[in-house]
């Protein structure tokens, strides 16, 4: 069975928490579970557990996918990710 792009599948963005749409744009920008902690005033652990639970939701196997989901999707821009 061949697998249907992420782009034809219905709402996916509308499966994460609000916390998650708010992580997803961190991890894409290349911010690692301490920095995306220190931000948002969350531990590392509960920032890893959101991001695997981000991919998990999302079909996706690693955080360049993320990314390059976010891309994609208009979530963040190549510009926000030099930074």
């Known amino acids: 069975m061949a697998q249907v792009p992420i782009s034809h599948r219905p709402n996916l963005l509308d499966q994460l928490s609000p916390r998650e749409r708010e992580i997803l744009p961190l991890v894409a920008q290349g911010k690692d579970n301490r920095e995306i902690g220190s931000i948002l005033f969350i531990s590392e652990k509960t920032a890893k557990n959101y991001v ?3 991919r998990k939701k999302l079909g996706l196997k690693n955080r360049t996918q993320i990314a390059l989901f976010a ?3 208009g979530i963040i821009s190549l510009e926000e990710t030099n930074e």
Request: glycine fraction near 0%.
């Open 52 to 54: 695997t639970s981000i």
């Open 71 to 73: 891309l994609k999707e």
